[in-house]
Each structure stands twice: as structure tokens, then as C-alpha cells.
């Protein structure tokens, strides 16, 4: 049964950083599209990036785009979403979730694309 451990939210002022972690096991990390998806209160769930290592495929929601940068480490099945140039409209929390055997083109045409592995969420808050 595949796992995902979210970890790294925290406070932060605006134009801070932080760099959130998406420890992964129990399935193929290589070939699955690992996304992050946030969801702030009163708000949809938006998916903000994706990283698939096997074809180095990535995605960044618009909002996002020049911020945020996502990496993996495969030797550690990890996922890592660099957070720069925070905005308070970034306060949300931040999920990793995980589909398998498919590009991240998919999940950035269907954000209700279905996951097959969720992780618990992280919460960040950016400060004004």
C-alpha cells in the first residue's frame, strides 16, 4: 500500500520561503506523477505542481509559475516543493498526492484527475 508524508508548512512572513517535503513508499515513485494540491479555507482544491521523474516531466499552476520550483530525489522517493516569493494568498494547506503511470499533462488538463495515494497536508501560512 503506498504512502505519502507531507512535512515542512510553517509561518512565514511574505516574500519569505520554505521548502515543503513529500516522503513517498510503497509504490513505483519513479513512473508516478507526484502532485502538490492545496486547498485555503473556503477555497477549492487547486493542484499547484506535479513532477514526474521517470520523463522529468513538471507543472506549475499559473499562479505559481517563477516562485515555486519542484525536485525529486529518487534515492530518497522524495518530492520537493520550493516555495519562494510567498504571497498571503499562498496561506493554504498543502497536500501530496500520487497517480500512477501517468504524465503530469494529465493532471494539468484534469485537476479532478483521480489519485491513487493521498498524504496528510502540511499548513502554510504566509503573514502580510
Known amino acids: 500500500e503506498g504512502q505519502l508524508v507531507a512535512s515542512g508548512g510553517g509561518l512565514v512572513q511574505a516574500g519569505g520561503s520554505l521548502t515543503l517535503s513529500c516522503a513517498a513508499s510503497?509504490?513505483?515513485?519513479?513512473?508516478?506523477?507526484i502532485v502538490w494540491f492545496r486547498q485555503a479555507p473556503e477555497k477549492e482544491r487547486e493542484a499547484v505542481s506535479c513532477?514526474?521523474?521517470?520523463?522529468?516531466?513538471?507543472y506549475y499552476t499559473h499562479s505559481v509559475r517563477g516562485r515555486f520550483t519542484i525536485s525529486d530525489d529518487n534515492a530518497k522517493n522524495t518530492v520537493y516543493l520550493h516555495l519562494n516569493s510567498l504571497k498571503p494568498e499562498d496561506t493554504a494547506d498543502y497536500y501530496c498526492?500520487?497517480?500512477?503511470?501517468?504524465?503530469?499533462?494529465?493532471?494539468?488538463?484534469?485537476?479532478?484527475?483521480?489519485?491513487?495515494?493521498w498524504g496528510k497536508g502540511t499548513l502554510v501560512t504566509v503573514s502580510s
Open positions: 510503497g509504490f513505483d515513485f519513479e513512473h508516478a506523477a
Open positions: 513532477i514526474r521523474g521517470s520523463v522529468r516531466s513538471t
Open positions: 498526492a500520487a497517480a500512477l503511470n501517468i504524465d503530469c499533462t494529465i493532471v494539468a488538463a484534469d485537476q479532478n484527475y483521480g489519485m491513487d495515494y
